[in-house]
């Protein structure tokens, strides 16, 4: 385990020198993220000028859902996202070989080896966003809720990790992944709002199927002082359950995997 | 002028053979046109449900548009925002950076062409492949669309019109490419502009008056809201055909700003590679 922790931290350090040489695209990424805040929060000044509140949810919550979104769409293209790709063009590639020949665990190795430090940007806007939400929210946020907040987020992070694992390791089977990514990055916008106004069909698409729910609505509601046991536990399990069965996909999907002349 | 209708049907052959070239070639890639498709889904969909939710919390509508409306509008809203994705300026930035442009430059006719016929081409293998899309988003959001018979060919002509549009403002941006090889800020900020003026995040009746009023003078509204409301809304035939006509200054305006920046911009350009 401190060996992994060791590898990840080197890699994230060889990565953020190689990234830091390129400050024109700190500003790049700065501008983008103000145009995506930006946007955002006028529709969400439109959608509040026609009605009080959205199925329940009023303003300054729905920020903290919007801000939780765009956090953690950071934290997916700053690692989960970069590596996921590299996967996927190496096994096409059959660069694979390179990483599957180190002695360290290759699911471990494919997780972490890639960082795209300047994507953080959307990390701390998200955050900004999230913090001026939650300081508009009537009830406040009691210590209990702030704590179960932070550790669905890391539950929910996981399970988003492990979701993209999963489509990632396809590409042990199919040779265009690219329009797979268009799709999960089309779908991730659903997390903007909470998925109890979505209906069912869509709802239970983006719980089970894509875990967005989990990632985005469920550590939401933990601040909101919505979340109740029941959702605790299912998604926890979930995570859990996926943790595992991403582990054996992995493997099985290395099993096809026959490497390309080196 | 016989040589100029010769110049004429050459071009029209061009046209022909490079869009029906592009028809052929998307074709083979259904599937990943698909998923492609299905990804945009989400965004209108997203926009949809939520304007359904308010509607149905006041009572059915939302200054005057009925959730039916609503589901319309979102419906149409896939067909035009697909015929709204043209060549971008990352393509002009890529063709410049790469020397791309040199091969281009070389042929007897404008790269503009090529842009515009190969596109119009995945054009056509879009629409076929959105059919069924939009029959499936039909039946889950049962929308309200009634158009008359004028409508439609307004609807059908003004598609077509928001992709010329939208291909020359893209491509004036591009012309910048031609300057600075980084062209994404500029780009950013004129999109989400667009993305807020166009009707793209909502029905512009939704907008504030001084918000309608600035997206009356700027390009956008018409290659986006115009050609939707021309289906699924309720104008008159005076409005149908002046929007019409609009679109058609717009083009004319758009198209006369990319030659003129060409002209500057082409002398700058000096050959990268091979």
Not at chain 2, 123 to 141: E, G, N, R, S
């Amino acid at each position: 385990m401190r060996r992994t922790v060791r590898l990840g931290w080197l890699f994230f350090r060889i990565g953020s020198m190689n990234e830091l040489q390129y400050r024109a695209n700190f500003l790049i990424q700065l501008l983008q993220s103000a145009v995506a805040v930006g946007t955002a929060l006028v529709v969400l000044a439109l959608v509040y000028s026609h009605t009080e509140e959205l199925n329940g949810w009023s303003q300054p919550e729905l920020l903290v859902v919007m801000g939780i979104q765009i956090l953690l769409g950071g934290v997916i293209r700053t690692t989960i996202q970069p590596n996921m790709q590299r996967l996927m063009e190496e096994v096409r590639d059959g660069k694979l070989d390179f990483a599957l020949t180190k002695p360290e665990d290759s699911q471990v190795l494919v997780s972490i080896r890639e960082v795209r430090i300047w994507q953080v940007v959307d990390v701390a806007s998200g955050a900004a966003v999230l913090a001026y939400g939650v300081s508009g929210l009537e009830r406040g946020v009691s210590i209990s809720d702030a704590l179960l907040f932070l550790a669905m987020l890391g539950v929910g992070a996981i399970t988003i990790y492990c979701f993209w694992l999963i489509v990632a390791t396809l590409a042990f089977w199919v040779v265009d992944t690219w329009s797979i990514m268009e799709l999960l990055d089309g779908v991730y916008q659903t997390g903007r709002w909470p998925v109890s106004i979505y209906p069912l069909w869509l709802r239970l698409g983006v719980t089970f199927i894509v875990p967005i729910a989990f990632a985005i609505t469920v550590p939401a509601e933990a601040l909101t002082s919505r979340l109740e046991w029941g959702t605790i536990a299912l998604a926890v399990g979930f995570s859990a359950t996926l943790f595992v069965v991403t582990r054996y996909w992995w493997r099985f999907g290395l099993r096809r995997y026959s490497g390309a002349s080196a | 002028m016989n040589a100029e209708a010769g110049r004429v049907r050459s071009l029209l052959d061009y046209y022909v053979t490079r869009g029906r070239t592009q028809i052929q070639a998307q074709f083979q890639y259904r599937a990943a046109t698909y998923f492609w498709l299905i990804g945009m889904l989400a965004e209108p969909i997203v926009y949809l449900v939520v304007w359904t939710t308010i509607a149905e919390q006041q009572g059915g509508s939302v200054q005057g548009i009925t959730t039916g409306e609503f589901a319309a509008y979102y419906i149409v809203w896939t067909l035009v925002r697909n015929m709204n994705i043209v060549f971008t300026p990352y393509g002009w930035e890529w063709r410049i950076r790469e020397g791309q442009l040199s091969a281009a430059l070389l042929r007897p006719l404008h790269p503009l062409h090529e842009d515009l016929a190969g596109f119009a081409g995945w054009k056509v293998v879009t629409i076929l492949l959105w059919l069924p899309i939009a029959a499936l988003l039909w039946l889950a959001f049962d929308p309200v669309l009634d158009p008359t018979l004028l409508e439609v060919g307004v609807f059908s002509l003004a598609i077509w019109g928001a992709y010329l549009i939208r291909t020359m403002f893209l491509s004036s941006l591009g012309m910048i490419t031609f300057w600075t090889t980084r062209v994404s800020a500029i780009f950013e900020l004129a999109i989400a502009l667009e993305l807020l003026l166009s009707g793209r995040l909502v029905p512009l009746p939704l907008m504030p008056g001084w918000a309608q009023e600035v997206a009356n003078v700027l390009p956008f509204k018409w290659s986006f809201y115009f050609p939707i409301d021309a289906l699924v809304g309720d104008l008159s035939r005076g409005e149908l055909l002046g929007g019409l006509a609009m679109q058609l200054l717009w083009i004319v305006v758009l198209t006369g700003l990319t030659m003129v920046v060409w002209r500057f911009a082409v002398r700058r350009y000096s050959a990268v590679g091979n």
